[in-house]
Nanobody, 130 residues
Framework: QVQLVESGGGSVQAGGSLRLSCLVSGYTSTNKCVGWFRQTPGKEREGVAAIYTGGGTTYVADSVKGRFTISEDNDKNMVSLQMNSLKPDDTAMYYC???????????????????????WGQGTQVTVAS
């Protein structure tokens, strides 16, 4: 059974940094797409970044480009999201999601389709104070 466990959330002042990690267990192949999404109350889940661990292709939302970096550690079956220059607008629950297999991250040409990800973690809260 595949499980995704997020860690690294917390509270930080604007301009600060946090590093989120997603541990994928129950699936050891490197062929998978792992994405980070975030959600605030009353809003739809928003794609933040994704990586296809089979080849290293990454996708990053325009809203966080230049500030957030997604990376993989295949030895640890872990994907991390380094978040720098955090803003109050980054405050949200952050979720790790994965699609297993070799089809990549794109669904209908887009990487950030939450409904296309079949496996989800429980989420970790990120709060950025102004």
């Amino acid at each position: 059974q595949v499980q995704l466990v997020e860690s690294g959330g917390g509270s930080v002042q604007a301009g600060g940094s946090l590093r989120l990690s997603c541990l994928v267990s129950g699936y050891t192949s490197t062929n998978k797409c792992v994405g980070w999404f975030r959600q605030t109350p009353g809003k739809e889940r928003e794609g933040v970044a994704a990586i296809y661990t089979g080849g290293g292709t990454t996708y990053v939302a325009d809203s966080v480009k230049g500030r957030f970096t997604i990376s993989e550690d295949n030895d640890k079956n872990m994907v991390s999201l380094q978040m720098n220059s955090l803003k109050p607008d980054d405050t949200a629950m952050y979720y790790c999601a994965a699609n297993l297999g070799g089809r990549g991250c794109l669904y209908g040409g887009s990487w950030d389709v939450a409904g296309s990800f079949r496996n989800w973690g429980q989420g970790t809260q990120v709060t950025v104070a102004s």
